[in-house]
């Protein structure tokens, strides 16, 4: 007994004198296993304990704040990711990150983030510089924890991440894309720090990727043609709107009026409005633009490289093309969107972007680039619903939708219906037209009060409204029904290229429309993977 108590009492001393080193261990290890939902994982384990070796090694050496501070920021920075939504950084959380400007991430960090975000920055540097301080009078020298970590880094991670390729038979893809697939094994076994690096070099090698594609020829994908004889509209506008959630639409069915021009507009015989239950392929607006705007699908993201985009068939079928945008222009020559925008006739943006401007404001610009008797095509995209809703709408929004008890939904309600507003003055702008149709859908949509992107659950994220007007065109209907998947009555704007094409004069065959249908069956997740829609639960993954 004697005995245990003095094991007790080194026990204690030892967790006393290291206290603030055990302390930075469980912080890591709580933002490596939460997104596992705190699985056991050797892997994992060993991830963590490599931290050891490094703070160790930034312990011995000189004049290593600025180091410490990184790690600081480095670790606050997934703490957040791992803490408030329960995932790891993946691929296209980074991505968004390097294409979000300033703006959209200030209005993004509203409502205390921020401060908690310095909080805790300044917590955690302040924890790593102690840890420091108790591993500097540890009587070991450095050369073991620099081997410790070389061996981790050189051979126990490249070893468990080629394993994880041989087990899900990704050697042949692993040969074609090393960088990309050794990415996504080496964040899933160690996604803290060294996950965070290969991302971002896996991210810059898909943008040198995208980079060599564009200065490359585009194809038709085969059977594709345009006809000449085809009678086509004389303006197409075709409106992304933003996190909008359409069970929130009183379009369909919701019960508060968020919607009351598009609703007014069922009430005129014949009516001009057609709208569907639609499905985005994916919850980040660059990758549902990618797969909306190209032949790409949520199973087969390669032909946005290869063949012609929405942008490209617009021009070659005699369409003047525009992309206005409320969204910024930042990173125009590295991002997906930028290199959609770039490939327009004009791209216009409004100054300052997303936060300070109403997207009311791309309305001037529509004005000022529409010619009459002129074939022209425009891409607008707006902010529409994105957090903070308190943001998206103003004195006329609630006025017209009082509060409803909840803050968060009655601004939400709100911003819906300042869209709305903006979408008739978009079709008011229309009615100078001989024939135009107007197609509009969000980029995805939205679970109130979290979100969208990391999970692969929460359907909300998933489900947008898909409305079509036209004025004096083909009947834009009857080529929207051959896309329509019969048995779920439900369509994937992954359509949206051959639906708009058909519209410009393009004959698609009828194996490409099944095609289309079959894969807008599936979404596509952040990490990269996809799986068929009517398997995304309700409610996202539990945090």
């Given amino acids: 007994m004697s005995k245990l108590k003095e094991y007790i009492k080194l026990c204690g001393k030892f967790v006393y004198k290291y206290k603030f080193t055990i302390l930075v261990l469980v912080y890591i290890g709580l933002i490596a296993f939460l997104p596992i939902k705190m699985a056991a994982s050797f892997p994992m384990a060993f991830h963590v304990i490599s931290f050891f070796f490094l703070l160790y090694i930034l312990a011995k050496a000189k004049y290593t704040f600025i180091f410490t501070f990184i790690l600081a920021f480095i670790l606050t920075f997934n703490a957040y990711f791992a803490f408030a939504l329960g995932s790891d950084i993946s691929m296209d959380i980074m991505a968004s990150i390097f294409e979000t400007h300033m703006a959209e991430a200030v209005s993004m960090l509203k409502g205390g983030v921020l401060i908690g975000s310095l909080v805790a920055l300044i917590l955690t540097t302040l924890i790593l510089y102690l840890s420091e301080k108790e591993l500097k009078d540890v009587k070991l020298s450095i050369k073991w924890p620099v081997i410790g970590l070389l061996v981790y880094l050189l051979l126990f991670l490249p070893f468990i991440s080629y394993k994880r390729i041989v087990y899900e038979y990704e050697e042949n893809l692993f040969i074609e894309f090393p960088i990309r697939v050794g990415q996504d094994k080496v964040n899933m076994y160690a996604p803290i720090l060294y996950g965070n690096i290969a991302t971002i070099i896996a991210y810059q090698e898909e943008m040198a990727q995208l980079r060599k594609f564009s200065e490359s020829d585009k194809k038709l994908p085969d059977g594709i043609v345009h006809n000449d004889t085809i009678q086509t509209p004389e303006k197409i506008y075709l409106i992304i709107g933003e996190s909008a959630y359409r069970k929130h639409l009183s379009l369909y069915g919701y019960p508060v009026k968020t919607t009351p021009f598009l609703d007014s507009l069922t009430q005129i015989t014949p009516s001009p409005i057609d709208y569907y239950n639609g499905i985005a392929p994916a919850a980040f607006t660059r990758n549902v633009l990618r797969i909306a705007l190209s032949f790409a699908s949520p199973t087969d993201i390669q032909p946005f490289y290869e063949e012609k985009t929405l942008i490209n068939l617009a021009h ?145 994220q998933f489900e947008i409204p898909l409305i079509t007007i036209q004025k004096n065109a083909e009947k834009i209907s009857s080529v929207m029904e051959k896309y329509l998947d019969t048995d779920t009555k439900l369509i994937n704007n992954s359509s949206t290229i051959y639906i708009l094409a058909e519209m410009m004069g393009y004959t698609i065959p009828e194996k490409m429309i099944e095609k289309s249908i079959l894969e807008g069956r599936y979404v596509r997740h952040s990490d990269q993977t996809y799986s068929p829609f009517s398997e995304v639960k309700e409610k996202p993954e539990e945090r």
Avoid at 422 to 427: R, S
């Fill in 316 to 460: 070659d079928a005699g369409y003047e093309t525009y992309w206005i945008s409320n969204q910024g222009a930042s990173g125009i020559q590295d991002s997906y969107l930028g290199y959609l925008a770039a490939g327009t006739d004009k791209a216009v943006f409004t100054q300052g972007g997303y936060l300070a401007n109403d997207d009311f404001n791309l309305i001037p610009l529509l004005k000022e680039e529409h010619k009459p008797n002129k074939k022209q095509f425009f891409v607008i995209h707006l902010v529409g619903s994105h957090n903070n809703y308190s943001d998206r709408y103003d004195k006329t929004d609630a006025e017209a939708i009082p509060d409803s008890g909840s803050s968060l939904q009655t601004d939400y309600d709100r911003s819906i219906h300042h869209t709305d507003r903006v979408l008739h003055a978009i079709y008011d702008i229309m009615q100078q037209d001989s024939t135009a149709v107007f197609f509009h859908f969000s980029d995805h949509g939205e679970i109130l009060g979290k979100g969208h992107g990391p999970w692969k659950n929460g359907i909300a």
